[in-house]
Antibody
C-alpha cells in the first residue's frame, strides 16, 4: 500500500525559508521509474507543479521558481525534502507531495498523492 | 514552458449527462497528457494517463482521447460523485504543467 505524508510548518514569516518533508511508504525511490514530486495549490486556485526527483537522483524544477527551490531525497529514510527560500504571502498554499511513475510510453504521471499541508505565509 | 488551456472553465450538468472537457497544449505533446479529478478539500486523483489509458480502479464511464495538441476527457454518464474539478497535465517536457481546471457542478 502506497502512502505519502507531508510535514512542515503551518505558518512561516515573509523572507523565511520553508522546509517540507514528504515521508512515504509502499515503494522505494531507488527503483527505476519511481519519482517523488511537489505540487502546490493556493486557496481556490489551480495546481502548480514545483519540483521532482527521480530514482537516479535527477532533479527538475518549475521554471518560474527554480531559483528558490531545492529538492533532495534520503532513500534510507523514505523521505523527500523540499526547501523554498524567500517566502512571500503569495506562496500561501496547500503543498502536496505525490509519487510519479515515469515510463518512456506514458511520461510522468502522479498516481499517489499525500493529503497536503496548508502553509500560510504571514508576519 | 508548455502552456495548457482547458475549456470550458466551468459547466453545469445533470446526472446522466454526457460531459466533455477539452485540454489544449501550446505545442505538440504527443500523448503525454494525464487527467485528474479533485474534490473540495481533497488531493487530486489520477483518472487517465498517456491520453487514453484508464487508471486502475477508475470507472469505465471516464475516457480520454487525443494526441498532439488537442485532448478530451469524456464522462459518458455523469454520476453524483463526479461533481468535481478536473485538471489536465502534460509530461512531454520535464517542466511539468497543469491546466487551469474545469469545474463540473450540478445543474
Amino acid at each position: 500500500q502506497v502512502t505519502l505524508r507531508e510535514s512542515g510548518p503551518a505558518l512561516v514569516k515573509p523572507t523565511q525559508t520553508l522546509t517540507l518533508t514528504c515521508t512515504f511508504s509502499g515503494f522505494s525511490l531507488s527503483t527505476s521509474g519511481m519519482c517523488v514530486s511537489w505540487i502546490r495549490q493556493p486557496p481556490g486556485k489551480a495546481l502548480e507543479w514545483l519540483a521532482l526527483i527521480d530514482w537516479d537522483d535527477d532533479k527538475y524544477y518549475s521554471t518560474s521558481l527554480k531559483t528558490r527551490l531545492t529538492i533532495s531525497k534520503d532513500t534510507s529514510k523514505n523521505q523527500v525534502v523540499l526547501t523554498m527560500t524567500n517566502m512571500d504571502p503569495v506562496d500561501t498554499a496547500t503543498y502536496y507531495c505525490a509519487r510519479i511513475l515515469k515510463s518512456a510510453v506514458a511520461g510522468y504521471y502522479f498516481d499517489y498523492w499525500g493529503q497536503g499541508t496548508l502553509v500560510t505565509v504571514s508576519s | 514552458d508548455i502552456q495548457m488551456t482547458q475549456s470550458p472553465s466551468s459547466l453545469s450538468a445533470s446526472v446522466g449527462d454526457r460531459v466533455t472537457i477539452t485540454c489544449r497544449a501550446s505545442q505538440s505533446i504527443s500523448s503525454y497528457l494525464n487527467w485528474y479529478q479533485q474534490k473540495p478539500g481533497k488531493a487530486p486523483k489520477l483518472l487517465i494517463y498517456a491520453a487514453s489509458s484508464l487508471q486502475s480502479g477508475v470507472p469505465s464511464r471516464f475516457s480520454g482521447s487525443g494526441s498532439g495538441t488537442d485532448f478530451t476527457l469524456t464522462i459518458s454518464s455523469l454520476q453524483p460523485e463526479d461533481f468535481a474539478t478536473y485538471y489536465c497535465q502534460q509530461s512531454y517536457s520535464t517542466a511539468l504543467t497543469f491546466g487551469p481546471g474545469t469545474k463540473v457542478d450540478i445543474k
